[in-house]
């Protein structure tokens, strides 16, 4: 178990003799830190990437991960998690790349242009989001365990499914703090009725989706804020400036091309999203981000634009490699 009141000093005394001196809180979270980095991130046996002195990527199944790791131990979780569980399966991805059947459908073109393919949430069965309700149970529970007192966990949804996911936090232990909104032009819904569009023309099954919840959850306090705060580093949301706290309201383009290129999955989230959410984790800037599901590793790449400590896990090989080429150009980048 983590906790950043063992971080003391050896400082000696008039006889020399060496006695533990009481630091101030904030030097004891940060000498605790360092240590403490050290340690997690050369738990397990799974294959990792150092990326950088304060990055690590480990090619790893999230829920496997996080009960490897000791209780009290991570600060924040950013993450955009699988909703279909099947849309990362080998059978469905090489769905994706033939361009037809499956989970992934290519958006209507309207311009001329070709879409990238989205995953189509409407097409899960009962079972498939009974399944998926247990999977978020299985993450939260190891989020729970993991995360240190007051720790957030932001967690991307979409409008669909976030009741389902969201419920399984907090049935887990979690509080609720609020969703983020990620204001964003989609592709997503506003269709005409399939085969029959001429016939309804004034009809769409669903909105266009303009939007994109990010759940906000916090492990349970221990004493009030500020005393979590000066234990544990955690508790609170860092302020944009010290006159301008997160909103809960974030306009944002879709990822740009630029991005894409340098690392092109097909979840892949906005820097200029990441970074703001990222930064806000920590409330001190001190502690260690972790993201189950990190894909390309925008979330890890972020973390290295604000500064901040940063381990990825992903099931995927492939993207594992991806984030390794992608994030040095991908944290570089001006927002
Ligand atoms: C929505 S994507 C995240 C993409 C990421 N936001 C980015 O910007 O690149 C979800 C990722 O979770 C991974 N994944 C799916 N199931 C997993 C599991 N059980 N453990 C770890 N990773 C998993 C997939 O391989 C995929 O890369």
């Known amino acids: 178990m983590y906790s950043t009141e063992r971080a003391g000093i050896a400082a000696k005394t008039k006889r020399g003799k060496k006695q533990q001196q009481p630091l101030a809180w904030r030097e004891q979270l940060e000498a605790g830190q360092i240590k403490h980095w050290k340690k997690v991130r050369e738990i397990g046996d799974e294959i990792r990437f150092h990326l950088s002195d304060r990055t690590t990527y480990i090619h790893d199944d999230a829920v496997h991960f996080l009960a490897e790791l000791p209780p009290n131990s991570i600060h924040a979780i950013v993450t955009d998690p699988p909703y279909g569980l099947i849309e990362y399966e080998e059978k469905h991805l ?29 097409v899960l069965s009962g079972d498939e989001i009974n399944q998926l309700h247990t999977f978020f149970s299985a993450v939260a529970y190891g989020a729970l365990r993991a995360l240190v007192p007051g720790g957030h966990v932001f967690i991307a949804s979409n409008p669909l499914l976030s009741s389902m996911c969201f419920h399984a936090f907090q049935e887990a232990g979690f509080e609720k703090r609020g969703e983020i909104i990620r204001q964003v032009q989609t592709l997503r819904g506003g269709y005409k009725p399939k085969g029959a569009e001429a016939e309804f023309p004034d009809v769409s099954v669903m909105p266009r989706s303009c939007w994109e919840p990010w759940g906000m959850f916090r492990k349970p306090l221990i004493g009030t804020v500020s005393e979590n705060l000066k234990t544990w580093g955690t508790g609170g949301l860092r302020r944009a400036t010290p006159d301008e706290p997160l909103r809960d309201l974030i306009p944002c383009y879709p990822t740009r091309g630029t991005e894409r290129k340098i690392a092109p999955h097909p979840s892949l989230k906005p820097q200029r999203f990441m970074r703001q959410i990222v930064r806000a984790a920590l409330p001190l800037g001190v502690g260690i981000v972790y993201d189950p599901f990190a894909g390309s590793g925008s979330t890890l790449a972020a973390a290295a634009a604000v500064g901040y400590h940063a381990i990825g896990t992903d099931r995927s090989l492939e993207y594992v490699e991806m984030a390794r080429h992608a994030f040095a150009p991908l944290s570089a980048l001006k927002v």
């Open 94 to 122: 090489q769905k994706r790349k033939a361009g037809s059947g499956g989970v992934w459908r290519v958006p209507p073109s309207f311009d001329g242009s070709t879409r990238a393919p989205l995953p189509r949430f409407t």
